[in-house]
């Protein structure tokens, strides 16, 4: 990566507190072993992240890269739907169109035991560790963003 470290922003969603707690451990796990760092601000839902990401990067906060945290589980209706395409496009749309290096770890789960194994970053006991895998996807993407701000390719 380039000479300075990248300073990353976590959005955690706190609909799931508990499934938040261990997105976040991951995340701030990989965050430490990837030598960056990164400050972190919470949202009610999943839904209001992908606003979030975008106020900040329109201010000009000085982040490389942001890291969508968040739980949707599926309940009697559609609103599950709704959440689930909407915070996806939308996050995509941050990066395809405004150019943001997202990693995006919101789960989308038929139950809460799926959800506390993906958010899990004990993967020594079958945890999956979303939170550090979005927070490695994103440093990908900003590594990439500079690689293509330098002319290397």
Do not use: W
């Amino acid at each position: 990566m380039s000479s300075k470290p990248p300073h990353l922003l976590l959005v955690e969603a706190l609909f799931y507190e508990h499934i938040a707690a261990d997105l976040r451990r991951g995340a701030e796990r990989a965050v430490a072993e990837a030598g960056v760092t990164c400050e972190i601000i919470s949202v009610p839902g999943s839904f209001e992240i992908p606003p979030a990401i975008a106020m900040a990067a329109k201010a000009g906060a000085g982040y490389d890269g942001y890291v969508a945290l968040g739980c949707v589980i599926r309940g009697e209706t559609t609103h599950y739907d709704h959440i689930c395409a909407e915070s996806a496009r939308a996050i995509q749309e941050l990066g395809s169109r405004d150019g943001l290096a997202v990693g995006f770890g919101i789960l989308t789960c038929e139950n809460e035991a799926q959800a506390l194994e993906r958010a899990s970053p004990a993967t020594d006991q079958g945890g999956r560790d979303q939170g550090g895998r979005a927070v490695r996807a994103c440093l990908a993407l900003v590594e990439l963003k500079r690689r293509f701000r330098e002319g290397r390719r």
